[in-house]
């Protein structure tokens, strides 16, 4: 009974109880101010309606308020008539208002595409109850009612010009869109709410494909663990076995040293015991020479002299040399060999596995080109339009914007790069490269004390000696650099959880060497922390 008092006591304007309530000659009671706002924006027109029924009045009619209505109301209220409904019913900023509440706006049940207005379920009303509105279309609360309106013709949008893909009013399909191939909006919508109920159906396959398959994905899983546990398996039973069989073979190789020592040394001490017999033995000779040289009695160097044996052959001789040392060397070497491609059999292959290698590089002011800008620490180079404060030094690049790090560059090192979109070369080089104004010798890539990785987000390419390589691989933002200068090995590889190899070198580092970048106008590089 009190939800129908309030009903009948509710202003149809602001949908809250009558306050100073007035009747107009209709028989339709509104709050004073509420009625009299709406007639003021009929001002203009000259004659005043009914926001209820309708009904028109010339003039603006004079209202008085209603005492019976006034003194009804205030009896209710005394006994326990509430003055205001739920606070739910009122639009928040996030609803759709309805556009007819003066007050306090309630939130809209529907939308009209004719009216383009929206109502409150109080203000609905009007428009199911009245037959000539229960044919406009009512649709789900919606802000956007404005985008119904051809900006042109201030018309509603009921037609489709396919050839534009647009939406158009009639006035628009018979000027500017003449001859097109025009249909209904609401044709087009049917044909296209066909064509997503097909798209719905390929998604729905797909949605059930998918989830087939993530079905299986379990034992996948499962099947990958079960893989890689064997892997760890084997690949530590076959470690295993290369330590036996390098502790073996390094015994092997001991005793054989060994041995050879012991036969090197045994013909050397039979070589030296042979050439001190032969000194002795010369000595002797000396000795009686110098007696039989010595002798007074002339008869008796004459008789004895062809009695003298000849000096047998020397044991020593030129062509005789004592270099067992070399026989050494060479099992050295062939041990450095074989370390060698071991290193390269468990080079890195994840990113975890190059970052125990990272190294920090910080860029060397006095290296850089006149127009980068250093910044983030001196991590971060952009390439600017004009010269920097930079005072003269020797070591400045002259010709190309490039820079050099402060660090420099032995055993193994990893870093990466953040490139920008334009264009950047990731480089390394000798300290001596040429830094002159006049020459391409201080170009990286262009000589053969650098080499350096072109990189874009479209493309690679590797240049050394001038000779310029394509390079085929993933783009990325990222690149990241690997340096083994001992074994001579140099990587490029697009950063990710996998890293993909894009070039390698091998060659023989002579010096050490410095990370590089050249940068190319309006772009940047930053080398990154990867501690």
Request: charged share 30%; proline share 4%; hydrophobic share 30%.
């Amino acid at each position: 009974e009190n939800h129908l008092d309030r009903e009948r006591f509710c202003c149809w304007i602001c949908v809250d109880l009558l306050k100073d309530p007035v009747t107009t000659v209709c028989g339709h009671s509104f709050c004073k101010s509420c009625i009299n706002t709406h007639w003021d924006k009929e001002e203009e027109r000259g004659s005043y309606s009914c926001p209820q029924c309708r009904q028109t009045f010339t003039p603006r009619p004079v209202l008085e308020t209603n005492t019976m209505l006034a003194a009804s109301l205030e009896e209710l209220k005394k006994t326990g008539l509430q003055a205001a409904p739920a606070d739910h019913c009122y639009a928040g900023p996030e609803d759709v208002a309805c556009d007819v509440c003066t007050a306090r706006k309630r939130k809209a049940f529907e939308s009209c595409l004719v009216c383009l207005d929206s109502y409150c379920e109080k203000h609905l009303q009007r428009h199911l109850q009245s037959p000539p509105l229960k044919k406009h279309k009512l649709v789900e609360p919606s802000e956007k009612l404005q985008e119904n309106i051809c900006s042109r013709h201030d018309e509603v949008m009921k037609m489709f010009c396919r050839t534009d893909q647009q939406c158009i009013c009639y006035l628009c399909s018979v000027e500017e869109h003449k001859d097109h191939d025009i249909v209904s909006a609401a044709a087009e919508r049917t044909w296209r709410q066909r064509e997503l109920g097909l798209r719905r159906q390929t998604i729905h396959q797909r949605v059930q494909d998918t989830e087939k398959d993530v079905k299986l994905l379990p034992q996948e899983e499962e099947a990958v663990i079960g893989s890689a546990d064997k892997a760890v398996e084997d690949s530590e039973e076959i470690f295993t076995e290369m330590i036996r069989l390098r502790e073996k073979r390094s015994s092997d190789v001991k005793q054989q040293i060994r041995y050879q020592q012991e036969t090197e040394v045994s013909r050397v001490r039979e070589l030296q015991e042979r050439l001190e017999q032969e000194i002795t033995e010369l000595k002797r000779k000396d000795h009686e020479l110098k007696q039989l040289s010595d002798a007074e009695d002339h008869n008796q160097l004459l008789h004895n002299y062809p009695s003298l044996s000849p000096l047998s052959g020397s044991t020593h001789s030129s062509s005789f040399r004592i270099s067992p040392l070399r026989d050494f060397e060479d099992v050295t070497v062939a041990l450095s060999q074989v370390r060698g491609r071991l290193q390269d059999i468990l080079k890195p292959e994840t990113r975890a596995d190059f970052l125990k290698y990272s190294q920090e590089i910080t860029l060397d002011p006095n290296t850089a080109h006149r127009r980068l800008l250093l910044s983030e620490g001196n991590r971060k180079v952009t390439c600017m339009s004009e010269d920097q404060s930079y005072s003269g030094h020797p070591d400045r690049f002259t010709l190309c914007e490039q820079v050099l790090s402060r660090e420099s560059l032995t055993g193994r090192c990893y870093w990466e790069v953040e490139v920008g979109e334009g264009g950047v070369g990731v480089a390394i080089a000798y300290k001596n490269i040429r830094r002159a104004r006049d020459s391409h010798e201080c170009v990286f890539g262009f000589n053969d004390k650098s080499w350096m990785l072109y990189c874009n987000r479209k493309s690679y390419n590797f240049r050394f000696k001038s000779i310029l390589t394509p390079v085929s691989g993933p783009v990325s933002s990222r690149v990241g650099v690997y340096l083994d200068h001992s074994a001579g090995v140099l990587s490029f590889y697009r950063v990710s959880d996998t890293m993909t190899l894009l070039h390698r070198v091998k060659t023989t580092f002579t010096q050490p060497l410095y990370a590089g970048v050249r940068v190319y106008y309006g772009d940047t590089a930053e080398f990154c922390k990867l501690k």
